[in-house]
């Protein structure tokens, strides 16, 4: 049997990121992946001079643990423009990022959406929020949506700007996540920048485990049962023995721990010869029943896409099952960005069931990752469901298994 120190289940940014500091100390551990490759939730397809992220998401600039975990320079972060361009059912509007960039709260453009009383509103939680950390936050939980109420931010302002946006983060319509994460993605917001690797979010897993020696990851090991002794069996070879087992991935399932619950997305792409401007902005469209946000990728990061302009598309909830009426989202990006419905070519299709972590309320509350006798349980629902949050976990628990 193979006797290990450290056994981690699961190569997506917590496992690599807590792999990374344990190279780093000279501590031996194992990473078992179940899949083929690094990253987890986080990927790219690349195929035919494209590049399809594998379901839509950005990094953060503000991201701190993980900026300095990354080789961002060879990653080369390309920023999409702070702001969104919002379809309000019958044109466009362009908003500068009321959160980023204040001073165009009062522009005219941003003035159509939102009351004086709205933008003063934001100004104020951009500043009680600029140094939010959930982990000092003691208020009452509630939703986002109740939050924003109880803010009195106005309906339409919630509608158009909040709804859109932020459903589009949380990947659900309700708002209906904690107000906790609300003030950690806004706090984000207004301190850093959205953006997207130069050659796909896939670069993001690649940086960190350029740290870690890959023969210390086995692919293709479905870990699927650990006994009392931490004796892990797998489905496809011998058994390991561990002294500490990081759980990632919802892997915990395995000791009988719950894990979290996912929001669900379809992430559609296609292709257009169509010319569409201001694409380096997240296209929101708040009216339409399918479509929740556009990103023109190639737009922000040309390696995308050599020639045409790619699309992803992001419909939420769960379509696993359901066919998507490809020649509806034809004759609606035509009806948004102009062209025929032959100008538009369907390319590919993820349905991600596991997507974002649900965070409703009182999510946030104390729970221990340290179970004690080595088990400990990392990924990002131990934190927050993000990529920084994912990375913090995988750092917790290295620290926790240096400090042992
Ligand atoms: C569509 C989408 C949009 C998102 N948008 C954003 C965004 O814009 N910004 C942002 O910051 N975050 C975003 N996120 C969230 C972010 O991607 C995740 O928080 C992060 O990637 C989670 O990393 P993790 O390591 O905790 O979990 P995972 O990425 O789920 O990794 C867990 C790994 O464990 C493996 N595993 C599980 N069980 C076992 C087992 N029994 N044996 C072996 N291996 C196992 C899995 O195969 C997987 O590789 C988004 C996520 C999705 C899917």
């Known amino acids: ?169 949380f990947l659900e319509k309700d708002l209906k996540t904690s107000s906790k994460f609300f003030k950690y993605v806004f706090s984000n917001f207004s301190k850093g920048m959205a953006c997207i690797p130069k050659n ?54 395995l000791i009988k721990k719950k894990s979290a619950k996912y929001n669900s997305v379809c992430n559609l792409y296609f292709v257009t010869d169509i010319d569409i401007k201001n694409g380096k902005y997240i296209h929101l469209f708040p009216k339409d029943d399918l479509i929740n946000n556009i990103a023109i990728l190639n737009k922000v990061s040309s390696s995308y896409s050599a020639s045409n302009n790619l699309l992803s598309i992001s419909v939420l909830g769960d379509f696993s099952t359901f066919d998507i009426p490809i020649n509806s989202i034809k004759k609606r990006l035509s009806n948004y960005f102009g062209g025929s419905e032959s100008n538009y070519d369907f390319m590919k299709r993820f349905d991600i069931k596991r997507a974002t972590i649900i965070q409703n309320k009182d999510f946030f509350k104390k729970r221990s990752s340290f179970l004690g006798e080595g088990l400990i349980v990392a990924g990002d629902h131990t934190v927050t469901g993000s990529i920084e949050g994912a990375v913090c976990s995988g750092l917790n628990a290295s620290n926790y298994i240096i400090k042992r």
């Open 1 to 169: 049997m193979v006797r290990v120190e450290t056994v981690i289940v699961g190569a997506g940014l917590s496992g690599l990121a807590c792999a990374s500091l344990l190279e780093k100390h000279k501590k031996e551990y194992l990473i078992v992946e179940k899949s083929n490759r690094v990253g987890g939730r986080v990927g790219s397809i690349y195929e035919n001079d494209y590049i399809f992220d594998v379901g839509f998401q950005v990094y953060n600039t503000a991201y701190a643990e993980s900026s300095r975990i990354l080789d961002l320079k060879n990653i080369d972060l390309q920023l999409f423009k702070p702001g969104s361009v919002i379809h309000n059912g019958k044109k466009f509007h362009m908003v500068s990022d009321p959160i980023r960039d204040p001073k165009n709260l009062f522009s005219s453009l941003f003035s159509s959406l939102s009351s004086f009383s709205d933008k003063l509103k934001v100004l104020l939680l951009i500043y009680e929020l600029s140094n939010y950390r959930i982990e000092n936050d003691i208020s009452f939980d509630m939703t986002t949506l109740e939050y924003l109420k109880q803010r009195k931010f106005s309906e339409k302002f919630i509608d158009l700007f909040f709804s859109p946006f932020f459903s589009g983060i």
């Open 200 to 253: 796909g979010m896939q670069k993001i897993p690649d940086s960190i485990s350029n740290n870690i020696n890959k023969e210390n990851i086995f692919f293709d090991h479905a870990l699927i049962k650990i006994d009392r002794s931490k004796i892990l069996s797998f489905s496809n070879s011998i058994d390991i023995k561990a002294d500490n087992i990081v759980f990632t991935g919802g892997s915990e399932n």
